[in-house]
């Protein structure tokens, strides 16, 4: 079946730097990829819509120069947390579609701490 | 906006009984709502999916209905194991965009031995 892989698994970053996740569609192509924030013991929330060589599409109240998504190929996006602060401390979450398929699976997720 | 509301948010039920978690969504649009299962810490799988042209689905002792002219849907677990403990995830597609998906919040399955 699809797999999706992300990476890193677990990251701790000092406040105000900024740290890439990446996410990968390892055994099909993805036009488009979903990120999701999900808060502890909360469901997950759509953050953007990342569309493989065009600018992503933001749900409201996301910050886009915070939130920075790079879908450079059909098998590569990146989500870039940009000048992280404790509050962007969470469990980030991606998911990609087969181009032409249905149904989506999800990467593995990222814990970010900003300490 | 959309939205998707799910219940109940715990459900406790002993080994062997049935469970139910029921969902309802307010996109008249969406036509596609799958289900999924997220252990503590691990990313959500699918455990099954339904489209808006058929009203129920079954794989094994998972099953999913949908009303569509009242817009909710549930899924129904039979034979109930300790395995089948975690948190569950019904969703909705926003509009016809199955990849683009709102969530409901999540109900958190405990099954006693």
């Known amino acids: 079946g699809a797999v999706v892989s992300q990476h890193p698994s677990r990251v701790i970053c000092k406040s105000g730097t900024s740290v890439k996740i990446e996410c990968r569609s390892l055994?099909?192509?993805?036009?488009?990829m979903f990120w999701y924030r999900q808060f502890p013991k909360k469901s997950l929330m759509l953050m953007a819509t990342?569309?493989?060589?065009?600018?992503?599409?933001?749900e409201q109240g996301v910050e886009k120069d915070k939130f920075l998504i790079n879908h450079a190929s059909l098998t590569l996006s990146t989500l870039t947390v940009t000048s992280a602060h404790p509050e962007d401390s969470s469990f980030y979450i991606c998911?990609?579609?087969?181009?032409?398929?249905?149904?989506?699976?999800f990467g593995s997720g990222t814990r970010l701490t900003v300490v | 906006g959309e939205n998707v509301e799910q219940h109940p948010s715990t459900l406790s039920v002993q080994e062997g009984d049935s469970a139910v978690i029921k969902c309802t969504y307010s996109?008249?649009?969406?036509?596609?709502f799958p289900w999924y299962k997220q252990e503590l810490g691990k990313r959500p799988q699918l455990i099954i999916d339904?489209?808006?042209?058929?009203g129920e689905k079954k794989d094994q002792r998972i099953a999913v209905t949908l009303n569509k002219t009242a817009k909710h849907f549930s899924l129904h677990i039979t034979e109930t194991q300790p395995e089948d403990s975690a948190v569950y995830f019904c969703?909705?597609?926003?509009?016809?965009?199955?990849?683009?998906?709102?969530f409901g919040k999540g109900t958190k399955l405990s099954v006693k031995p």
């Open positions: 998911s990609a579609t087969e181009t032409g398929g249905y149904g989506y699976t």
């Open positions: 055994d099909f192509q993805a036009t488009t």
């Open positions: 990342s569309n493989e060589g065009s600018k992503a599409t933001y």
């Open positions: 996109d008249s649009a969406s036509n596609y």
């Open positions: 339904i489209r808006s042209n058929v």
């Open positions: 969703a909705a597609s926003r509009g016809g965009s199955q990849g683009n998906l709102i």
